[in-house]
């Protein structure tokens, strides 16, 4: 907990740090999101949160202040049409309202104030208010890589805006649906950034031939949450010959702790996942993560596609 406690006293100030200027870093985002560069790709769950909120444009700050490569965010639709940033179906962990986000309009949405953190019954009330996913996006344009993880149907549409603002190859869509089932959509293209979702109970008893079923779709990594550190290596091997990124959670699901060990022992997570050849680790505690990789500098595997 140590690490949590460093770097959470100063991560408002941070993250209402001035911007970035994005004509340095747009070319640099969109290799790294390319394929392997032989670095490990830090990806905060629902933005930098600590010491601010969850899915916030200061969760977003806060991860282009300290140089995170990527927020995964959440994406819904409210009864008015419009994206917003939210996890939850509905609105009651994270704000003052109650119900689900898709029978309120945007002004009846904003007009509610955002629960500190990860919200929840005793959280505190801030001054936030829910943001859209166009702010989102005009923040983290050539500052940050943005991990879209959309609720319900709003793929096409949340895609479709990253494309109109030039942000196309900034933008990882992931989903955990069959590659028939993505392949399958009428709007889809081979330049999109893909990343597929797949849970351990999918894997079976052949997960390399899973993991080739996607292939036609030409993911730039797959997301697959083992439930041991032993078992990401023959995946990490198989993906890079694909020139592709293994994507490993390190938080806290329902596989393992990951996320509470890492801050414990982090050589025992983090330095078994980056042996491993895991290429992105995605957690809540991407500052402490950071740190770990400044001084280990774990090296992996490059590729060109």
């Known amino acids: 907990m140590t690490l949590i406690k460093l770097f959470g006293a100063s991560l408002l100030a941070l993250s209402l740090s001035g911007p970035v200027s994005a004509d340095d870093w747009t070319k640099a985002l969109e290799r790294r999101l390319a394929g392997p560069d032989g670095e490990v790709m830090v990806v905060a769950h629902r933005g930098c ?3 601010v909120s ?3 444009l200061d969760a977003v700050r806060a991860c282009i202040a300290f140089g995170v490569d990527m927020v995964e965010l959440d994406v819904r639709r409210t009864a008015d049409g ?3 940033l939210m996890h939850d179906e509905t609105l009651d962990r994270m704000t003052d309202g109650q119900g689900p986000v898709a029978a309120r309009t945007l002004a009846e949405i904003q007009a509610l104030w955002v629960k500190a953190e990860k919200g929840g019954p005793n959280a505190a009330l801030t001054d936030r208010r829910v943001p859209t996913y166009v702010e989102a996006l005009d923040l983290a344009k050539g500052r940050i890589l943005i991990n879209v993880d959309a609720k319900a149907d709003v793929y096409e549409e949340a895609y479709r ?11 990882l869509l992931k989903s955990g649906e069959p590659a028939e089932v993505v392949l399958a959509q009428p709007w889809w293209s081979d330049k999109i950034r893909y990343n597929p979702n797949i849970q351990p109970g999918r894997l079976g008893a052949d997960p390399l031939a899973v993991i080739d079923s996607y292939k036609a779709l030409k993911p730039i990594g797959y997301e697959i949450n083992v439930k041991t550190i032993a078992a990401a290596k023959p995946l990490a091997e198989h993906l890079h010959k694909a020139c592709a990124r293994l994507w490993v959670n390190s938080l806290n699901t329902r596989e393992a702790a990951f996320d509470d060990q890492a801050l414990v022992d982090p050589d025992a997570v983090w330095g078994a996942m980056t042996a491993a050849g895991v290429g992105a680790i995605q957690t809540d505690n991407p500052l402490p993560l950071k740190a770990w990789l400044a001084v280990h500098r774990p090296k992996l595997k490059s590729c060109k596609r």
């Open 49 to 51: 949160w600590r010491g």
């Open 54 to 56: 969850e899915n916030t």
């Open 82 to 84: 419009q994206l917003v």
């Open 161 to 171: 805006m990253a494309v109109a603002r030039g942000m196309g190859d900034q933008v």
